[in-house]
């Protein structure tokens, strides 16, 4: 009696957990246009990151330009995932797919400022 009720407890606790995973889906990178940083990647961390990550604000990243952001852009493209760091923005939601695509392709594309 004891061992099915260890067994009950295990199986509630392993499927508690697999409804914590993060609500970002796989987001498809493959890319067939040039991602522009002046004028999708900027607009988009100007959007929705600067308002924490600018200078005088005590978060530590600095995400204004294409030196900071390109410096950071692993880190930044996890936390758009809230994959192995804090999803950001802070608190959520996460941006659409079609932004995080286009974050990730600009990475594939060698961080161009173009
Ligand atoms: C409401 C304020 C706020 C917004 C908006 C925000 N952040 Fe953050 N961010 C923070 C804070 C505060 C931290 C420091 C970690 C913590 O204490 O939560 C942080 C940390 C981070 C980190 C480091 C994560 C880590 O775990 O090392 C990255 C990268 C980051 N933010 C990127 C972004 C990006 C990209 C955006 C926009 C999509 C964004 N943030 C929007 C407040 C914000």
Request: proline letters at 3%.
């Amino acid at each position: 009696m004891k061992n099915l009720i260890y067994l009950v407890v295990a199986i509630v606790f392993l499927t508690s957990c697999t409804k914590d995973k993060t609500t970002v889906s796989v987001i498809n990178n493959s890319c067939t246009d040039t991602i522009s940083f002046s004028n999708q990647i900027l607009p988009m961390v100007q959007t929705y990151c600067i308002s924490c990550h600018d200078y005088g604000n005590s978060t530590g990243y600095i995400l204004t330009n294409h030196a900071n952001i390109s410096a950071n852009a692993s880190l930044v493209y996890n936390s758009l995932l809230g994959s192995s760091v804090q999803l950001m923005p802070k608190d959520g939601p996460a941006i659409n797919d079609s932004l995080i695509k286009q974050f990730s392709c600009w990475i594939n594309q060698g961080k161009q400022n173009n």
